[in-house]
């Protein structure tokens, strides 16, 4: 997680740079990647928020819906860049530093949905295995009892 938010800390200074830029009032356009950064800014707190102060795991469900929403939003902001570079004076560096963290984060977002996935998965087998225990389905039965607990003896001399 702590690579996560050093890549995420070079979008907010991408964004601190972007917004002392010169050109950046003189054009609506400049105004459009303003917000496109602010809503990636917004985006990097609730990130920062799903870790801070926990000694557990991220639950990877959150962490693929904003991470998700991270990469909508990178895919616009390089868009803008590409589109606004040189009329909104966005330094090389700075094109690049985003491009890396736009990349990055799609990496964390497909690790953090595949680990969804499987979270979802597991979940439906656990209570698809649990349905099948309460209606006498499963192991149980003639087959020794399984998961009920009931095993049965024969009666009589052996």
């Given amino acids: 997680m702590a690579h996560i938010r050093s890549h995420l800390m070079a979008a907010l200074a991408v964004a601190g740079i972007l917004a002392t830029a010169p050109a950046f009032a003189q054009s609506s356009a400049c105004q459009e990647g303003q917000k ?6 917004s985006l990097i707190q ?16 959150a962490a ?24 909104c004076q966005i330094p090389d560096q700075v094109v690049e530093g985003f491009s ?22 597991m979940e439906k087998r656990a209570k698809q295995q649990a349905q099948q225990a309460q209606q006498g389905g499963g192991l149980g039965g003639k087959m020794g009892g399984g998961l009920t607990g009931t095993l049965s003896v024969p009666k009589g001399a052996l």
Avoid: Y
């Fill in 46 to 61: 609730q990130i920062n928020k799903l870790s801070a102060g926990k000694k557990k795991q991220v639950d990877p469900r």
């Fill in 36 to 41: 496109i950064l602010q809503e990636r800014q």
């Fill in 64 to 87: 693929c819906t904003v991470f998700s929403k991270l990469v909508v939003n990178g895919n616009a902001g390089q868009k803008w860049m590409t589109d606004n570079k040189d009329w």
């Fill in 100 to 121: 890396k963290d736009h990349k990055r984060s799609q990496e964390i977002k497909g690790q953090a949905c595949g680990a969804a996935a499987k979270m979802a998965e």
